[in-house]
């Protein structure tokens, strides 16, 4: 069954990897680079403290416990302890696989870059998704295409970065479940006790 799963995986990623060309080599290249996306990360920032005002020191401490929870649980929880390699470092893909720009470390299961991306889209839909509409469409369209492009330069297998997604989700339904109950206990108003 496995063995299955692992051929399929291996089929998906070269199908996917080998639509490469030299313009969206370059970018792909800075779809997965997290810092061209700054400008994004502080329209993201604005629109929060626009939303939750003076409230928003707190959902910007749970966005950073989010980051880093799932920072460790990718790598301690997945990479170090499956230690599947990534396809562009597996002897029997390499000289298959097109790379664009190195291979990154060893192991790639799950993919961080997937699970932080669907991490942070949940949160901040479930934040303040209400109040704009389009959100929904803007974070998860950004997730998918990271994930993509983690495929696209063959330094993750599509089970790597489907894997990702679902533990990101989680653990961002989990931080923003704390965040939430800590919201309403910090800020939830205060009755007196009845007089006696």
């Known amino acids: 069954m496995l063995e299955t799963l692992q051929q399929l995986d291996a089929a998906a990623l070269l199908a996917i990897n080998g639509w490469h060309n030299g313009f ?3 970018v792909m290249v800075y779809v997965s680079a ?6 994004f990360y502080l329209l ?3 629109l929060l403290i626009r939303v939750e005002k003076r ?8 966005i ?16 170090e302890v499956f230690q599947r390699l990534r396809p562009c470092h597996d002897p ?10 190195g291979c990154g470390g060893r192991y790639g299961f799950i993919s961080s870059h997937a699970s932080n991306s669907f991490a942070l889209a949940f949160f901040i839909v479930a934040a303040i998704g209400k109040r704009y509409a389009w959100l929904g469409w803007v974070m998860y369209g950004w997730a998918l295409l990271t994930i993509y492009s983690r495929v696209y330069l063959g330094v ?11 533990v990101g989700t989680l653990l961002g339904i989990l931080v923003y479940w704390g965040y939430g109950e800590f919201y309403e206990r910090l ?7 009845p007089d006696k």
Do not use: C, N
Request: glycine fraction near 4%; aromatic fraction near 14%; hydrophobic fraction near 55%.
């Open 24 to 26: 969206f080599d370059v």
């Open 34 to 39: 997290r810092f061209f996306w700054l400008p």
């Open 44 to 46: 993201l920032l604005y």
């Open 55 to 62: 409230r928003s020191w707190l959902a910007l401490i749970a």
């Open 64 to 79: 950073a416990v989010l980051i880093t929870l799932v920072d460790q649980v990718s790598v301690h929880a997945f990479k």
């Open 92 to 101: 029997d893909l390499m000289l298959s696989v097109h790379t664009v720009e």
């Open 156 to 166: 993750h297998y599509p089970g790597d970065v489907l894997a990702g997604a679902v």
């Open 187 to 193: 800020y939830r108003p205060k009755t007196s006790a």
